[in-house]
């Protein structure tokens, strides 16, 4: 069984970082699509970023493009979201993905498999 645990998140000031953490285990991280995604109240969860399964490439969303990075570990089985320059309206709960190589260059949540609890992230004005 493929589990997807993310400590962290918490509170920040505007224009702070912060960085969340996702550890995978129970299958073979080093072949999965990474992805973050995070939903805010009342809205849609959204993609954020994903690496491919070597770490070779990244993609992110325009909305956090220059000012978030996503990285893995694969000896570790850890993906992160290095995030600077927070906005008040990156406020979410932040969720790591796991998908299949097909799911690379894909943006949409169900193109992904296995899913972490989600970690709170909240940025302050």
């Known amino acids: 069984q493929v589990q997807l645990v993310e400590p962290g998140g918490g509170l920040v000031q505007t224009g702070g970082s912060l960085r969340v953490s996702c550890e995978v285990s129970?299958?073979?991280?080093?072949?999965?699509?990474m992805g973050w995604f995070r939903q805010a109240p009342g809205k849609e969860r959204e993609f954020v970023a994903s690496i491919t399964w070597n770490g070779g490439n990244s993609n992110s969303a325009d909305s956090v493009k220059g000012r978030f990075t996503i990285s893995r570990d694969n000896a570790k089985n850890t993906v992160w979201l290095q995030m600077n320059s927070l906005k008040p309206e990156d406020t979410a709960v932040y969720y790591c993905a796991a998908g299949t190589p097909r799911a690379w260059g894909r943006r949409r949540p169900n193109d992904y498999v296995y899913w972490g609890q989600g970690t709170q992230v909240t940025v302050s004005s």
């Open positions: 129970g299958g073979t991280f080093s072949s999965y699509v």
